[in-house]
């Protein structure tokens, strides 16, 4: 997919993405181990070939270890490209360990304060309850799931997914095709007849993948979302799960439950096989410099 855009408001230039991006919290070249270095130099040359017209390129979400990424950076010191790589932060917990070593790397104040308040204050409101992984049919999961994300995100003044039927018939596949190999996961925070909040997730080879999560806001004084979120955890514990994946996006609260981390890395590259696309990084440089009063801004690799 690409984007038509001016440069400094001046000269048109063209963005490109890969179609899944932003789309899918990871990326990956789709090729076996010993295919991975030949599949993305054919794919660069593609690129750089002149076929596509194109001033700008990013790459996102490549998370730490996925060998396509030394890969990419290989191939690109042979092409007419100038390139930077920025590593963002992808939280995890190791749960391969004691609950108390687990409860260690958390937030005293935002998780273990947080939690105790919220099972104190939904104690004494009422009766309450954990629902692990219901055995409803998809249809209900996302009719029961769909008013709770829609006024959480409204409140955000965000677009929920929700509310679009396209969406939901695509959720509805994912949810059905995962459940029927075992890996789809949902988890409800029920407050006397009401779902307060719930989350979806699902499990890879040992790995709890936290994929979609709302409350009412109405209910915000019980802070659901941290008391559902801890059970969750321990849950996957009891389970005997090795790792609680936060996914993608670098939220301040991830860092609240956790302190381990790996590089989710987006490489951002310049084509230059091109005098056009030359003048636009040569008039962006300017630019810059003459933003900073003269003083020049350092290259990318």
């Keep these: 997919m690409y984007l038509n855009e001016r440069r400094r408001g001046l ?6 993405r890969f ?11 789709l090729a076996g181990p010993n295919d991975i270095e030949p599949v993305v130099e054919a794919g660069l040359d593609w690129l750089f ?5 194109w001033e700008l390129c990013i790459l996102d979400d490549l998370v730490e270890g996925n060998p396509a990424v030394a890969a990419i950076e290989k191939s690109l010191l042979d092409k007419p ?6 590593d963002n932060r992808y939280y995890y917990l190791n749960l ?3 609950w108390e070593d687990i409860c260690s790397d958390m937030s005293k104040k935002f998780v273990h304060r947080s939690t ?12 309450w309850d954990i629902l692990i992984d219901p055995t409803w049919e998809v249809g209900r999961l996302i009719a ?10 409204d409140e955000l003044n965000r677009p929920s997914l929700y509310t679009d039927v396209d969406s939901r018939h695509f959720l509805l596949s994912l949810f059905q095709y995962n459940r029927d190999q075992n890996r789809f996961r949902s988890y409800w925070l ?8 719930y989350l979806f997730g699902f499990v890879n080879e040992g790995v709890f993948h936290a994929w979609n999560m709302a409350f009412r806001p109405e209910f915000g004084e019980f802070f659901p979302s941290k008391l559902l979120m801890l059970e969750i955890i321990r849950d996957c514990h009891r389970q005997g799960l090795k790792e609680f994946s936060f996914m993608r996006g670098e939220l301040e609260y991830k860092a609240k439950w956790t302190k381990s981390y790996r590089a989710n890395i987006r490489l951002t590259i310049h084509n230059r096989s091109t005098l056009y696309g030359r003048s636009v990084q040569a008039l962006e440089s300017l630019l810059k410099r003459s933003s900073r009063g003269g003083k020049a801004t350092p290259d990318s690799t």
Excluded: C, W
């Design 11 to 16: 000269l048109p230039y063209r963005r490109i």
């Design 19 to 29: 179609l899944a991006s932003i789309h899918t919290d990871f990326s990956t070249v």
């Design 49 to 53: 070939s002149g076929h596509l017209r």
């Design 81 to 86: 490209a100038r390139y930077m790589r920025t």
């Design 96 to 98: 391969a360990r004691s």
């Design 116 to 127: 105790n308040l919220a099972r104190n204050r939904i104690t004494k409101a009422g009766p």
């Design 144 to 153: 029961e799931a769909a008013p709770i994300h829609i006024a959480r995100q």
């Design 190 to 197: 029920k407050f006397q007849d009401t779902l307060v909040a």
